[in-house]
């Protein structure tokens, strides 16, 4: 006994068995019961169908002998065909026919696959491709299968969804069989018949989706008329973002183009042309327009700055179209926008920074001193905000004045902005800002003169009309014995002529300066970036070719001077926009070892692919913030990679809202020296758009411990509320202007933000994206990236001698406004509803495009995210994007009465 060993038993376990066992008992007991409810719950009505159906199955799927059982079976098919379609016209839920056949199905497909070919067989693997689209396993394909051996029956008769359901089944299965190199001839005689009911039935964005998976999107400008090509190119433009390939984008954005050109929308078509980059179709599309849409799109034109090319004969209406891409009309009409809005009053730096209302002990000590005592840098400073805030106004109370002696107020290098600041006021009233700044072009002093020669750039910036002012007045200069007036001179043309592609600029005039034989590497880099900036975004190979030798004849002293950084912006600009066209060049800067390789070769690809998304650059420009690298001299790369990420995203909301994740960070976990710009990266992705968030982030970090971090910060308030008067950034700064008090160089850059706030008393805006954010105008994101290069050095440039780089900001400065005008350019006060924008795009029927709108009458001023459109019919816009400048004309059939 004692050897033996008893088995004994868990009582735990085994109670644990049985209630299992009881569990599972339950369960076929509940199920039964349910299906006995449901029996019980249906109405006589559903019961009905379910008997009518169930029998109809048994009549199909009988085994006939007599020829007459076939007549029956093809009957029973074909009432079980209508009893299925019926309820699959419009689908909410799934329909009951397709419920109470889900337990026969399994026994339909046995049945089929054993019928013989016939008429039946087409027409019962019609039923079946209907409800595999239920029944079906998943990624089976069936409905699909069962189509391909169905009859030839319009496929609409089955419903939307079905059709939907298919479109999605198509595109795997067209893909599949073209890596297999398999006949595709069965699956485009289903596309040929999908599209046309799609377009038809306004599912417009799933005829889209289908070409597109299956690589035909040619096929839909059969397709496109007047009533649906809106609804057609804005969902194709939406959908353009996120393709990867190049050669993809290109062909839908000409299809987009065709499309709106076949539909008579010329300046829509234009729009995408200059997106496309493709200046000969701009130039074709222009030709082809007449009288006043011809103004219209001259007007389109000269808000991007779009370098269009020669008009063949020079007569009187060329010469107003060439005023009109010129912008020579803007100083004209910013200043009935002052009128109307009641703002033409002067502004002093002093009703800017509201001292009064910032009240600390070194304002009070301030006070208390004798008024007379003037700091240099205070004087700066003035200069530049008086400059920002009178944008254009063309009078202010500090240098326009008779007898004015505020120039003379400030001190060696000073003179240069406070001389320049002429051009600001001045800005596009080139008749009489020419005069006024002239004046000072035959001062004995260099400064002033430099400074004069400067302004005169920046009073034309943009304004290139049939008389190109700022050409005449400084090519003289170019050449000039003192480097300060020829760099001037140089950095003038590159202003006023920013985005032209003027050949006569770069030939006759600039590109002798971009040499080290000649020149001083300050100059030479002037010079490149001059020519950068005119020629932004044209790829002008010769130019590159000039660049590009200076950089490998530089000697390691000459590449670690701090101008050397404007010799690669001038390079990364002529590639603005021009994506894989860069890979030449970048081969080039690679291949040689140089102290600024890197930050140049990161400058062009960041430039190239500005506006993008391109998500690879994105994970590359990611993975060189992240290195850790000590050395100061070999890490300045990554300030730009910072700001290349920023770069690439902008422009497309969702990259937007995932790079600013990646700014937070980045500020977590990366090297001060990357930190430094991630200010000027959030700067950058809303400019002239004061966002909550991004507006605390800058907030905190102009506190912050680095002196470069808190600099850069303050600097980037500034921009982010360029020309908004927004009056809680204001009220950081006055609160920033009372901490920084005793620190001179923050104070400055306080003061410049303030300016920059106040940007045209409001009117003016830097946002480089326009036309509803379609086309991102590289003039003015050539200014931009000016000023935030610049600040990665911000001790030998804005707070250094070169402070007059923020000058460059002009090139992107732009009335916030809508204002409407007849043919002659003459304003019409017009009715417009002005709200938030909203994302049409793939929506069906005709949605709001804005929502919580307010009605003024024009001018208005439009702010970031806003839209404006007609609230009558009175009027006719020759343009579907009101914003700048719109002509309108008289509607002959206006339903609305007129006020």
Not at 237 to 245: I, K, M, Q, V
Not at 446 to 465: E, F
Not at 820 to 846: H, S, Y
């Amino acid at each position: 006994m004692e050897g033996k060993k008893v088995a004994t038993v868990d009582p735990v376990q085994v109670e644990e068995e049985k209630k299992k066992e009881s569990k599972e008992i339950d369960t076929v007991q509940k199920g039964k019961e349910d299906e006995n409810e449901e029996e019980d719950e249906m109405s006589e009505e559903d019961r009905k169908l379910k008997e009518t159906l169930e029998m109809l199955v048994s009549q199909v799927i009988i085994k006939f002998v007599d020829p007459k059982d076939e007549a029956l079976q093809k009957s029973a098919i074909d009432k079980l065909r209508d009893q299925v379609r019926s309820s699959t016209s419009s689908m909410t839920s799934v329909p009951k026919p397709l419920k109470f056949l889900r337990p026969r199905y399994k026994e339909l497909q046995g049945f089929f696959s054993k019928m013989r070919s016939g008429e039946n067989k087409k027409l019962l693997a019609d039923i079946l491709s209907v409800l595999a689209m239920t029944m079906g396993k998943a990624d089976s394909r069936e409905s699909l299968g069962y189509k391909l051996q169905g009859s030839d029956e319009p496929l609409g008769s089955w419903g939307h969804e079905y059709i939907r359901n298919l479109s999605g089944e198509i595109g795997v299965a067209y893909n599949e069989r073209i890596e297999k190199e398999e006949k595709t001839e069965d699956l485009v005689k289903l596309i040929d018949e999908i599209i046309p009911f799609n377009m038809k039935h306004n599912s417009e964005a799933d005829a889209c989706d289908l070409l597109m998976e299956v690589s035909m999107l040619d096929k839909i400008q059969e397709y496109v008329n007047k009533d649906n090509h809106a609804r057609v190119c804005r969902y194709l433009l939406s959908c353009a973002d996120y393709l990867s390939d190049e050669a993809e984008i290109v062909k839908l954005m000409k299809i987009v183009a065709t499309a709106y050109r076949k539909s008579g929308q010329l300046c829509d078509s234009m729009r995408v042309a200059m997106k496309l980059n493709s200046p000969d179709l701009v130039k074709e599309i222009f030709d082809e327009s007449k009288g006043i849409e011809k103004k219209q799109l001259a007007l389109v034109v000269g808000s991007v700055k779009y370098p269009i090319g020669e008009f063949e004969d020079e007569d009187d209406e060329e010469e107003e179209l060439l005023d009109l891409i010129g912008n020579v009309p803007l100083t004209k009409l910013y200043s009935t926008l002052a009128t109307e809005l009641d703002v033409q009053e002067a502004k002093t730096p002093e009703d800017i920074y509201k001292t009064h209302l910032a009240d600390s002990v070194s304002n009070r000590l301030q006070r208390s001193r004798p008024a007379n005592v003037d700091s240099a840098r205070k004087n700066l400073a003035d200069s530049f905000v008086n400059g920002f805030v009178n944008a254009g106004f063309s009078k202010d109370k500090i240098v326009t004045p008779k007898g004015s002696e505020w120039i003379f107020k400030n001190k060696d290098h000073g003179m240069i902005s406070a001389a320049a600041s002429l051009g600001m006021v001045y800005l596009w009233d080139t008749d009489v800002g020419g005069n006024e700044i002239d004046k000072y072009c035959i001062s004995k002093q260099v400064n002033i003169k430099a400074g004069a020669l400067l302004g005169i750039g920046i009073c034309c910036a943009g304004v290139t009309g049939s008389m190109g002012m700022a050409l005449a007045l400084l090519q003289d200069y170019v050449e000039d014995k003192n480097n300060m007036i020829k760099i001037m001179a140089t950095l003038g043309l590159g202003i006023a002529y920013c985005g032209t592609g003027n050949e006569e600029v770069a030939e006759d005039l600039l590109l002798k300066l971009v040499s080290l034989e000649t020149e001083s590497m300050e100059v030479a880099s002037m010079a490149s970036l001059a020519l950068g900036m005119v020629f932004a975004g044209t790829a002008n190979e010769e130019i590159s070719a000039a660049i590009l030798d200076v950089y490998l004849f530089a000697n390691e002293t000459q590449c670690n001077d701090s101008s050397a950084m404007y010799l690669c912006i001038g390079l990364g600009l002529l590639y603005l926009g021009r994506r894989d066209e860069c890979e030449p060049i970048l081969e080039a800067t690679q291949a040689t070892e140089k102290p600024i390789s890197k930050y140049m070769s990161l400058t062009i690809e960041t430039c190239a692919y500005a506006g993008t998304g391109n998500v690879l650059l994105i994970q590359k420009l990611l993975k060189a913030v992240s290195e850790h690298i000590e050395d100061e001299k070999a890490n300045k790369h990554q300030a730009v990679a910072v700001l290349g990420l920023a770069m690439v995203s902008m422009g497309e909301e969702l990259g937007k809202q995932m790079i600013v994740r990646s700014m937070d960070h980045i500020l977590q976990y990366a090297e001060v020296n990357v930190t430094r710009a991630v200010p000027l990266a959030l700067a950058l992705l809303n400019v002239s758009n004061p966002d909550v968030a991004i507006m605390d982030t800058l907030s905190k970090l102009s506190h912050d411990s680095d002196q470069q971090v808190s600099q850069n910060a303050v600097l980037a308030l500034g921009i982010i509320g360029a020309g908004t008067n927004n009056s809680r950034i204001a009220g950081l700064l006055r609160q920033l202007s009372s901490y920084y008090s005793r620190e001179p160089n923050h104070l400055f850059l306080v003061r410049i933000a303030q300016g920059l706030l106040h940007l045209g008393k409001g009117l003016l805006t830097l946002n480089p994206l326009l036309s509803d954010n379609l086309l991102l105008s590289k003039s003015a994101l050539a200014g931009l990236l000016v000023v935030l290069h610049s600040s990665f050095d911000m001790k030998n440039t804005i707070l250094g001698k070169r402070h007059y780089m923020l000058y460059c900001l002009a090139c992107g400065m732009r009335p916030r406004m809508l204002m409407t005008v007849d043919e002659k350019l003459q304003p019409i006060p017009v009715k417009v509803r002005v709200g938030q924008a909203i994302d049409t795009a793939g929506k069906a029927g005709k949605p709001k495009t804005i929502t919580g709108f307010q009605t003024h009458k024009t001018p208005v001023l439009l702010s970031h995210g806003e839209r404006a459109e007609l609230a009558s019919d009175n009027y006719i816009p020759m343009t579907n994007v009101l914003e700048g400048v719109v002509i309108v004309k008289k509607n002959p059939d206006a339903m609305d009465e007129e006020e």
